[in-house]
């Protein structure tokens, strides 16, 4: 009788998001800046959505390639970190959208403010 041995899988997915999570994770500030100085002059800030899929991205196929080793007998380690790391990436690429919608919230209502006063005192100016 022959004994088939089985060859863990899922190792391709549990590297692939550890890498992309790590990528993400280091190259979170420079992002960040780029999409908070973006937003600051007006742009939108569809490169910080494009890092939350990313980043989200890296942690779904860590804990696929967790998944698919814990049921092969393949060895977690990776794909946890991967997990984590991505995990950590996402969150704070949540709070970086959250905050440059917040902050383009602000800008605009006073920016409206700023733009009314502005336009009366040029009013007044040429009324006189």
């Known amino acids: 009788m ?6 863990p899988q ?4 549990a590297i692939a998001g550890f890498v992309i ?5 280091v190259f979170y ?3 960040a800046a780029t999409v908070t100085v973006q937003a600051a002059l007006g742009g939108g800030y569809g490169l910080g959505i494009f890092w939350l899929v990313l980043c989200a991205g890296a942690t779904a196929m860590s804990i696929l390639g967790m998944m698919k080793l ?3 007998g393949g060895k977690r380690g990776l794909a946890i970190a991967g997990m ?6 996402t969150v704070l690429t949540i709070l970086l ?3 440059i919608g917040k902050m383009q919230d602000v800008a605009s209502q ?7 006063e502005m336009q009366k005192s040029i009013n007044d100016a040429t009324a006189e």
């Open 110 to 116: 006073y920016g409206d403010q700023f733009q009314q």
């Open 84 to 89: 984590i790391i991505g995990l950590v990436a």
């Open 10 to 13: 899922g190792k391709g997915l």
């Open 21 to 25: 999570g790590l990528v993400g994770l």
């Open 97 to 99: 959208v959250i905050g």
């Open 29 to 31: 500030f420079i992002i």
């Open 70 to 72: 814990g049921k092969t």
């Open 2 to 7: 022959e004994t088939q041995t089985v060859k």
